[in-house]
């Protein structure tokens, strides 16, 4: 079983960037990955992903500009950057793994999840 270590969390003024990290403990190389948030009585949501065997980068409409998806498999490692925070990016953030590979947008297609790491942009 993949185990998924966050970190990067903070306080933030809004306009700062943050910088999360997902470590997973074993080889992620065909694995989707993703990163998903959840505000406080709102439900969870897909933010971004980084599908296997495509080059290509997913991201929800209201991040789209300001957040990067990336990874790194000698670390074995996804990165969510944020820039530009705003008030409303305040939530627990978590990163996902799908080991088939094709995961996307969709919380049930993903296998592993993180602790989850809190994201606070103050006004």
């Known amino acids: 079983q993949v185990q998924l270590v966050e970190s990067g969390g903070g306080l933030v003024q809004a306009g700062g960037s943050l910088r999360l990290s997902c470590a997973a403990s074993g080889r992620t190389f065909n694995y989707a990955m993703g990163w998903f948030r959840q505000a406080p009585g709102k439900e969870r949501e897909f933010v971004a992903a980084s599908r296997w065997g495509d080059a290509n980068q997913y991201y929800v409409d209201s991040v789209k500009g300001r957040f990067t998806i990336s990874r790194d498999n000698a670390k074995n490692t996804v990165y969510l950057q944020m820039n530009s925070l705003k008030p409303e990016d305040t939530a627990v953030y978590y990163c996902?793994?799908?080991?088939?590979?094709?995961?996307?947008?969709?919380?049930?297609?993903?296998?592993?999840w993180g602790q989850g790491t809190q994201v606070t942009v103050s006004s």
């Open positions: 996902a793994a799908d080991r088939h590979g094709l995961g996307v947008t969709a919380m049930g297609e993903y296998d592993f």
